[in-house]
């Protein structure tokens, strides 16, 4: 079972997080804190195994001593769309991961499991706010958009590698969950690239988002 801390100020929020999680199997919502002050001695208290920090509790600054005191604990950021530069920060700061506040429960629970066994994850609904930030409405984008129901005649394999990039996968841990080698999924990667006309991994995050891939 991988025990999670939510550290989020709003009530609602963390009401919303437990009912997220509440049907994800083998993930169980352990506690809660409203402050960054309070996350340490929550942690020691009800110990856990990933910790959900919403980027309104602050950044480094904040993190730093939870870090210090509980280094074993795997962090989330739930970041915001409109304070991008606090999750990458966090991100920079040690955060093991991270997905966009209001992202869809299956995001948040792949989240957990992939940063708890290990991994960094940065989730599809970040990448894509990444992307829409550095690309404003009316800039022209990286490809085409796919054709409805799938995207440009991709095999069945570089579909789920696809899905995998999206979700913050590197190439060797790819190789591993498809129990290949890392060769094969590089030249996946530019079989996609060639397909899709996607020239890097946030152009293919959207592409994977706009052809419905990622569930």
């Known amino acids: 079972m991988i025990r999670v801390l939510v550290a989020e100020p709003d009530a609602a929020a963390r009401a919303r997080r437990r009912t997220q999680l509440a049907g994800q199997p083998g993930l169980a919502v352990v506690g809660e804190a409203t402050r960054a002050r309070h996350v340490v001695a929550q942690l020691a208290a009800t ?3 990933v910790l959900l920090w919403h980027g309104a509790l602050g950044d480094a600054a904040g993190l730093d001593p939870v870090r210090a005191a509980h280094p074993a604990v795997r962090v989330l950021v739930l970041g915001q769309a409109d304070r991008l530069d606090r999750a990458a920060r966090l991100l920079a700061a040690g955060a093991a991961g991270g997905v966009l506040a209001d992202a869809a429960g299956a995001e948040l629970a792949q989240g957990i499991r992939t940063v708890a066994a290990g991994r960094r994850f940065v989730g599809p609904s970040l990448g894509l706010a990444a992307w829409r930030a550095a690309h404003p409405a009316g800039a022209p984008g990286p490809s085409a958009p796919p054709p409805p129901g799938g ?11 696809l899905q995998l990039v999206a979700a913050g996968c590197s190439n060797a841990e790819i190789a591993a ?5 890392r060769r094969t999924v590089e030249t996946h ?14 152009a293919l995050v959207r592409y ?8």
């Open 177 to 181: 969950q498809l129990f290949t080698s």
């Open 189 to 202: 990667r530019q079989n996609l690239r060639a397909k899709t006309g996607c020239v890097n991994t946030a």
């Open 208 to 215: 994977a988002v706009r052809a419905g891939l990622l569930g």
């Open 151 to 161: 995207g440009a005649g991709l095999s069945k394999r570089e579909t789920q590698v």
């Open 47 to 49: 110990p856990a195994d």
